[in-house]
Antibody, heavy 120, light 111 residues
Framework: EVQLVESGGGLVQPGGSLRLSCAAS????????MTWVRQAPGEGLEWVAN????????YYVGSVRGRFTISRDNARNSVYLDMNNMRVEDTAVYYC?????????????WGRGTLVTVSS | HSALTQPASVSGSPGQSITISCTGT?????????VSWYQQYPGKAPKLIIY???NRPFGVSTRFSGSKSGNTAFLTISGVQAEDEADYYC???????????FGTGTKVTVL
């Protein structure tokens, strides 16, 4: 079955760090851009970061640039999001998604998400 | 970053057609044919229902269709059904540093 499964969410204090993981199955991540999208409680979707197939390019939304790092391990068919100096406003469900980029710009496969809560 | 503008809510009776708008600018919706639409039920992950303005992924109902005019994209649900009651988000590639812009989201209610 083609799927993405996120893990690593939880409760963290402001200023703390957390690493999210996204494990892919049923397809090879090395042939796709991958992305993280988040959704704060009761709010809409917000794109967070993209990473190119080979990991040589990464892009971030301004509010996380310098604090979050997206990476990938194609050998493990996985993608990661390292979050540092976290803020209350980073509280959200974080979704990993496959990103069809080049001839399109589409998030065509989504995981179920993992909840991150930043609170003291 | 600037989100694309969608109506907060749209409603219709079963069997009616409803249309959701998604308004951006010439640097996103108007500049690229890379508009996609996502359906999200409460507590669930988003699901792709339209990509590249008007294309439907395999398995998505033909009741869903997409179009674009200038800086505004549209999602039409023809013959809306109770199962279509959900939140809908548009997305567009953008020339801005964010690269991707989501819409503000529209709650569809079937009366």
């Amino acid at each position: 079955e083609v799927q993405l499964v996120e893990s690593g969410g939880g409760l963290v204090q402001p200023g703390g760090s957390l690493r999210l993981s996204c494990a892919a199955s049923g397809f090879t991540v090395s042939t796709y851009w991958m992305t993280w999208v988040r959704q704060a409680p009761g709010e809409g979707l917000e794109w967070v970061a993209n990473i190119k197939e080979d990991g040589t390019e990464q892009y971030y939304v301004g509010s996380v640039r310098g604090r979050f790092t997206i990476s990938r391990d194609n050998a493990r068919n996985s993608v990661y999001l390292d979050m540092n100096n976290m803020r209350v406003e980073d509280t959200a469900v974080y979704y990993c998604a496959r990103y069809q980029y080049g001839t399109s710009a589409t998030f065509d496969l989504w995981g179920r998400g993992t909840l991150v809560t930043v609170s003291s | 970053h600037s989100a694309l503008t969608q109506p907060a809510s749209v409603s219709g009776s079963p069997g009616q057609s409803i249309t959701i708008s998604c308004t951006g600018t010439s640097t996103d919706v108007g500049g690229y044919n890379y508009v996609s639409w996502y359906q999200q039920y409460p507590g669930k992950a988003p699901k792709l229902i339209i990509y590249d303005v008007s294309n439907r992924p395999f398995g998505v109902s033909t009741r869903f269709s997409g179009s674009k005019s200038g800086n505004t994209a549209f999602l039409t649900i023809s013959g809306v059904q109770a199962e279509d009651e959900a939140d809908y988000y548009c997305n567009s590639y953008t020339k801005a540093s964010t690269l991707e812009a989501f819409g503000t989201g529209t709650k569809v209610t079937v009366l």
